[in-house]
T-cell receptor
Framework: AQSVTQLDSQVPVFEEAPVELRCNYS??????LFWYVQYPNQGLQLLLK??????LVKGINGFEAEFNKSQTSFHLRKPSVHISDTAEYFC???????????FGPGTRLSVLP | GAVVSQHPSWVICKSGTSVKIECRSL??????MFWYRQFPKQSLMLMAT?????????EQGVEKDKFLINHASLTLSTLTVTSAHPEDSSFYIC????????????FGPGTRLTVL
């Protein structure tokens, strides 16, 4: 069974400051890792994904994440946040069989002026 | 590419009635579709997985007779909430994927169901 932990339920940060949203996972098989963003009353938008290859993954809106297999982590980072980045962020893990897609509990990022 | 739509985007119904939510893959054939529900300020919880032409697989604790799922074609899946009650009020999100060696899911915009 797979599981995802997002230790920070809420992260407040000032505009133009850097941010890191933490994600740790557990799995007994090879995994694919994803970060999604959800704006209020909307569906999920894919920010980035790790399937294989380079452990540093760059996504949309200036976000990037690094896959660390030894630490079973996939933390999301952005060097300078904007007010418009205020949203809920979900880390997710899936296996390579096309099933068992598990979401973390989410982290609410609040960017303050 | 890989666009998934849901209809309606929001619905309000009376307790005891049934509500149907549609999920469509607009530009690809979805061999598998997933249905999630999300309560306020919570994460997405998988309700069921459906493969085209076969019965859906429900997660533990999800009543299959209450949440009827039909995946009749490679571009359409429907979720019917039967005899809805206020506790069924939630945000329902579908996703779709195709068989291509990896399991990325493409998510619909969600449907907000409010049962009065």
């Amino acid at each position: 069974a797979q599981s995802v932990t997002q230790l920070d339920s809420q992260v407040p940060v000032f505009e133009e400051a850097p941010v890191e949203l933490r994600c740790n996972y557990s799995s007994s098989v090879s995994v694919y890792l994803f970060w999604y963003v959800q704006y209020p009353n909307q569906g999920l938008q894919l920010l980035l994904k790790y399937l294989s290859g380079s452990t540093l993954v760059k996504g949309i809106n200036g976000f990037e994440a690094e896959f660390n297999k030894s630490q079973t982590s996939f933390h999301l980072r952005k060097p300078s946040v904007h007010i418009s980045d205020t949203a809920e962020y979900f880390c997710a893990v899936g296996d390579n069989y096309g099933q068992n897609f598990v979401f973390g509990p989410g982290t609410r990022l609040s960017v303050l002026p | 590419g890989a666009v998934v739509s849901q209809h309606p985007s929001w619905v309000i119904c009376k307790s005891g009635t049934s509500v149907k939510i549609e999920c469509r893959s607009l530009d690809f054939q979805a061999t598998t579709m997933f249905w999630y529900r999300q309560f306020p300020k919570q994460s997405l919880m998988l309700m069921a997985t459906s493969n085209e032409g076969s019965k859906a697989t429900y997660e533990q604790g999800v009543e299959k007779d209450k949440f009827l799922i039909n995946h009749a074609s490679l571009t359409l899946s429907t979720l019917t909430v039967t005899s809805a009650h206020p506790e069924d009020s939630s945000f329902y999100i579908c996703s779709a994927s195709w068989t291509s060696g990896h399991n990325e899911q493409f998510f619909g915009p969600g449907t907000r169901l409010t049962v009065l």
